[in-house]
């Protein structure tokens, strides 16, 4: 079945330094990948996201960056803050001729170092 | 985007008895999940709640044990029945497809204890 795989499961790094979580997917109908920041003790928050037509998205200090023929795709953050600290999820799905719905990767817990 | 609240927030249960989880969205919404995220864990598909027709459930989860309605555009609720410990999670539910985009918001969760 549709899987997707995320890395790494743990991150470490020194404020100021960068980020970057790659995710692969299985499926390649797939067309749509978000990305989700959780804090602890709340919801998924929805930060960024690309669809397949796009090469790379850029939103102040994250980006995300997507390679169709490899079926994978990348977060990257920038010049990390302390609340950068968090769990990160990649998802892909296939809207709208498919399903609206997620399949999640299993999720990165970064840890920006003041 | 929506805002979306859950009731209740957190609950502990005993084992054999049900809860039923309240998702409430502050604007009409086509598309609704539930979504059980175990401790430490993703996230994963329970079932996708759209009004007017009954949810459809993935594998592994069927409707006995995750009974949902969706009475109308801006509210759902999953019921969690005969409880055991493995069903100790936190249970999210999310809205989609608002103004036609493939974006998912989530609500805060419910996070379940079973003892």
């Known amino acids: 079945g549709e899987n997707v795989e995320q890395h790494p499961s743990t991150l470490s790094v020194q404020e100021g330094d960068s980020a970057v979580i790659k995710c692969t997917y299985s499926d390649s109908a797939s067309n749509y990948f978000p990305w989700y920041k959780q804090e602890l003790g709340k919801g998924p928050q929805l930060i960024i996201d690309?669809?397949?037509?796009?090469g790379e998205k850029k939103d102040q200090r994250i980006a995300v960056t997507l390679n169709k023929t490899a079926k994978h795709f990348s977060l990257h953050i920038t010049e990390t803050q302390p609340e950068d600290s968090a769990v990160y999820f990649c998802?892909?799905?296939?809207?709208?001729?498919?399903?609206?719905?997620?399949?999640f990767g299993t999720g990165t817990r970064l840890k920006v170092l003041a | 985007s929506a805002v979306i609240s859950q009731k209740p927030s957190r609950d502990i249960c005993q084992r054999g008895t049900s809860l039923t989880i309240q998702c409430q969205v502050d604007s009409q919404v086509t598309m609704m999940f539930w979504y059980r995220q175990q401790p430490g864990q993703s996230l994963t598909l329970i079932a996708t709640a759209n009004q007017g027709s009954e949810a459809t459930y993935e594998s592994g989860f069927v409707i006995d044990k995750f009974p949902i309605s969706r009475p109308n555009l801006t509210f759902s609720t999953l019921t969690v029945s005969n409880m055991s410990p493995e069903d100790s999670s936190i249970y999210l539910c999310s809205v989609g497809d608002l103004a036609g985009s493939y974006e998912q918001y989530f609500g805060p969760g419910t996070r379940l204890t079973v003892t």
């Open positions: 998802a892909a799905s296939n809207p709208p001729s498919g399903t609206y719905k997620y399949i």
């Open positions: 690309i669809r397949s037509n796009v």
